[in-house]
C-alpha cells in the first residue's frame, strides 16, 4: 500500500486531491496496480509531530510505503521516526529546501515554527540519520528556489542507504508529467516486494 503525503505548507487549497489526484499520479500508479491512498494533510496543524498524528490516524492495519512530496517530506520524517513499525519505505520526492530567508518570508508568520530543523524543516539531521528503513531520495529536476538540489544531496548523503531516484518537476508545476514519476514510484516500491 503507498500513502502519498501532498506538498504545500500553509496553502489554501492544497490537498491530496490537487496535488496527487488532478496531476493523475494516483490514477497511474492505480494503473501499475498498485494500492494508493492520498489522505489530506493538516496543513495548519501548528507542528510536524501534529501532522505525523494526523496521517497516523489514516494509515492502513499495515505497513506501507510513504511518498512524500515537497513540504510533505517533513510531515511523512516525522511519521516514520514516531512509528517506524508502519512504514516499510519511505520515498522523499521534490524535499523542500529549509533555511533559505526569501522562500521562508513569503510564510505566514503562523508558519515561522515549522520552518525549524535541518536540511529537512522539523527535523534534526541526527533524527535522518537514524532511519532504519528504505530511503529514496528524488530531486527536482529542473530545481527552483523552494526544492534546491543541494537539499536533495544532503539527504543522501546523510540518510544511510539512501537511493536516488530519477528527478522531475514537481506537481502542480506546467512541466509536470505524471509518467516519470509513476515509473518512479512503482521501481522503488517493486525494489521493497524483492527478497
Known amino acids: ?42 496543513m495548519r496543524a501548528g507542528s510536524w509531530d501534529a501532522e505525523a498524528e494526523h496521517l497516523a490516524a489514516a494509515l492502513p492495519d499495515r505497513p506501507v510505503v510513504l511518498v512524500a512530496g515537497s513540504n510533505g517530506c517533513s510531515a511523512a520524517v516525522r511519521l516514520a ?34 520552518l525549524a530543523g535541518g536540511v529537512l524543516r522539523g527535523v534534526r539531521d541526527e533524527e535522518l540519520t537514524g532511519l532504519r528503513m528504505p530511503v529514496g531520495v528524488l530531486p527536482s529536476v529542473p530545481e527552483n528556489p523552494v526544492h534546491r538540489r543541494w537539499t536533495a544531496d544532503a539527504l543522501l548523503a546523510l540518510v544511510p542507504g539512501a537511493v536516488e531516484l530519477p528527478g522531475c518537476p514537481e506537481p502542480p508545476h506546467p512541466l509536470f508529467r505524471p509518467g516519470p514519476l509513476v515509473a518512479a514510484v512503482a521501481g522503488f516500491a517493486a525494489g521493497l516486494r524483492r527478497p
Do not use: K, N, S, Y
Open 1 to 42: 500500500m503507498l500513502v502519498l503525503v501532498h506538498g504545500g505548507l500553509w496553502d489554501d487549497g492544497m490537498d491530496g486531491e490537487r496535488f496527487w489526484g488532478r496531476t493523475g499520479v494516483a490514477a497511474g500508479l492505480r494503473g501499475e496496480g498498485l494500492a494508493v491512498t492520498a489522505p489530506d494533510r493538516a
Open 81 to 114: 521516526l514516531a512509528r517506524p513499525g508502519r512504514v516499510r519505505g519511505l520515498l522523499l520526492c521534490w524535499p523542500a529546501t529549509a533555511g533559505d530567508a526569501p522562500v521562508d518570508g513569503r510564510l505566514p508568520a503562523e508558519a515561522v515554527p515549522l
